[in-house]
């Protein structure tokens, strides 16, 4: 699977924007880290898929990957119910020293 494949969007809500800005203070058992990034993968993208992906496209270091399967919601279609699609989220946490400029 392509890197480009991979990561589908950034996903930029309030609190994606939120965790981004704002890095983690050093304590006594992790050291000081970046902000946090999330975007939309591919449903079958691995946690070191993922982080490969991101540091080859954005030229950062990634320290941890956190991944979520997230249902579709059922909403109405004219006379009848549909389901939105699955989809896969993936918050990213960089090194202190790096950051995205999307956000």
């Known amino acids: 699977m392509d890197i480009y494949h991979i990561i589908k969007r950034p996903l930029i ?3 994606g924007t939120h965790q981004a800005q ?3 203070d050093a304590t006594k058992t992790k050291n000081a880290r970046g902000g946090a990034y999330a975007f939309e993968v591919h449903a079958g993208a ?3 898929m993922i982080k490969q992906a991101i540091e ?4 950062v270091k990634v ?3 956190r991944t979520a399967n997230r249902k579709g919601k059922v909403r109405r279609v004219r ?3 549909g389901k939105t699609s699955d989809w896969k989220k993936a918050t ?3 090194h202190a ?3 995205i400029d999307l956000f």
Do not use: Q
Request: charge should be positive; proline fraction near 4%.
């Open 56 to 59: 080859k496209i954005y030229n």
């Open 97 to 99: 020293d790096h950051h």
């Open 79 to 81: 006379y009848k119910m």
């Open 63 to 65: 320290e941890t990957v």
């Open 13 to 15: 809500t309030e609190k």
């Open 92 to 94: 990213v946490v960089l």
């Open 46 to 48: 691995s946690k070191p």
């Open 22 to 24: 704002v890095s983690h």
